[in-house]
């Protein structure tokens, strides 16, 4: 099947369709062009994986089946939060744009400057 004629339900960052929707005249179908690698998990091993599918396309809910695990060592405070739990006065962002144009104006005339002189000394 190409992935020409589907509609995108969910797409990658390319703008191709990871799940696309294709109407037909027996109803519609879902085509899914991505794979599940054994090495990430044993999800694909496991009976259950089919029904953990349907679940998730037709907005069933029977259970928790969610297997993401994130490690203690992984979980840091959100932004502008202390330890004491106090959010963080806001941070004032300085525009550093002028001071970057007049740096790069000043290279510009130092070097037209230099160039000048080498031309006249050697004219």
């Known amino acids: 099947m190409s992935s020409d004629r589907l509609e995108p339900v969910w797409a990658?960052?390319?703008g191709r369709p990871l799940l696309g929707l294709e109407e037909t005249a027996d109803g519609r179908r879902l085509h899914f062009f991505s794979h599940f690698?054994?090495?990430?998990?044993?999800?694909?091993?496991?009976?259950?994986?089919?029904?953990?599918?349907?679940?998730?396309?037709?907005?069933?809910t029977s259970g928790d089946h969610d297997r993401r695990i994130i490690d203690t060592t992984q979980i840091i405070p959100?932004?502008?939060?202390?330890?004491?739990?106090?959010?963080?006065?806001?941070?004032?962002?300085?525009?550093?744009?002028?001071?970057?144009w007049?740096?790069?104006?000043?290279?510009?005339?130092?070097?037209?400057?230099l160039a000048f002189k080498k031309r006249s000394n050697n004219g």
Do not use: C, H, M
């Open 12 to 14: 990658d960052g390319f």
């Open 37 to 60: 690698d054994p090495a990430w998990n044993g999800l694909v091993w496991s009976a259950e994986f089919p029904q953990y599918l349907e679940e998730l396309l037709f907005e069933k």
């Open 78 to 100: 959100g932004k502008g939060v202390r330890d004491s739990g106090g959010v963080a006065k806001d941070e004032v962002a300085i525009d550093l744009a002028p001071a970057g």
């Open 102 to 113: 007049l740096l790069i104006w000043l290279v510009l005339l130092t070097e037209r400057i």
